[in-house]
């Protein structure tokens, strides 16, 4: 779905405002969000992103992401998000921000230029597996693994089509922040 997003330049400053397609189109920085849950019983929960998407359908990645409406705040679009892709709400005191990330990749021959800054949030989960309600055309499925069983994927992501292997280093500052935040 096409949206208005707010287009911001290299250091996030506010630059006007643009279709989703448009800023991928033309390479515009933009602001998503990405909401990573985990469990008091150190798990982590995964996204298996939906088969019709157009960049890289099907591996696992971040719990929750999506892009932020023109003019909606980082916290108000992780809460719409979580609701829109997993059936959860949150409250807002329920998010803990731990980075923002600059990410910046081209896909499809070029023709969609990805560039975003992440808002990195983490919160705890306190429903089960089963309560949650994954939106079909972002989400093909949902699964909690292990802290260990994260770390152990990630290490072989190189060869085991799980997770994208290029954030390899973002995922590993996530799961090393959620150990920190668990007193691991």
């Known amino acids: 779905m096409d949206e208005y997003i707010d287009i911001v330049d290299k250091n996030g400053q506010p630059k006007g405002i643009a279709l989703k397609s448009e800023a991928h189109k033309n390479g515009w920085y933009h602001n998503t969000i990405h909401l990573w849950l985990y469990t008091s019983d150190h798990r982590i929960l995964l996204q298996q992103r939906s088969h019709k998407k157009k960049i890289y359908p099907l591996l696992w990645d971040v719990s929750v992401a999506g892009h932020i409406d023109a003019g909606e705040t980082f916290e108000t679009a992780a809460i719409r998000e979580t609701e829109e892709e997993i059936g959860l709400k949150l409250p807002p005191k329920a998010l803990k921000k731990i980075d923002t990330r600059l990410h910046e990749s081209s896909y499809a021959d070029g023709t969609i230029l990805d560039y975003e800054f992440h808002q990195v949030y983490i919160s705890e989960l306190n429903v089960d597996l089963n309560a949650l309600t994954p939106q079909a055309d972002e989400v093909e499925a949902l699964k909690l693994v292990s802290f260990t069983e994260f770390e152990d994927l990630l290490q072989n992501s190189e060869t085991n ?24």
């Open 161 to 184: 089509s799980h997770f994208i292997a290029s954030n390899r280093t973002y995922y590993t500052f996530v799961i090393d922040t959620i150990k920190t935040q668990c007193r691991l």
